[in-house]
């Protein structure tokens, strides 16, 4: 059973980071891509990152590129989401995706 369980939202300063991490489990990760998507209150899911099976990751779309980084641990079957420079632009609840998977989520919060 494909699971996907993300952690490490919090309450940031502006500029400050956060680290998501996405535990996946009931697949492997090297054999599928993994996006981080993100929702704001009454605004569209957004995708803001993949990462592809052998690795190799996508362009960033230009509301995150240079600040937020994906990458994984295929030993510890985890994706992370190393996002810097945050603001207060980046509120959003966080959801870790594979195909039709899903996460639950985890809130990120940038104080004003």
């Known amino acids: 059973q494909v699971q996907l369980v993300e952690s490490g939202g919090g309450l940031v300063q502006p500029g400050g980071s956060l680290r998501l991490s996405c535990t996946a489990s009931?697949?492997?990760?090297?054999?599928?891509?993994m996006n981080w998507y993100r929702q704001a209150p009454e605004k569209e899911r957004e995708w803001i990152a993949g990462i592809g099976a052998t690795g190799d990751v996508a362009p960033y779309p230009d509301s995150v590129k240079g600040r937020f980084t994906i990458s994984r641990d295929v030993a510890k079957n985890t994706v992370y989401l190393q996002m810097n420079d945050l603001s207060p632009e980046d509120p959003a609840v966080y959801y870790c995706?594979?195909?039709?998977?899903w996460g639950q989520g985890t809130q990120g919060t940038v104080s004003l």
């Open positions: 995706n594979r195909n039709v998977f």
């Open positions: 009931g697949f492997t990760l090297s054999e599928y891509s």
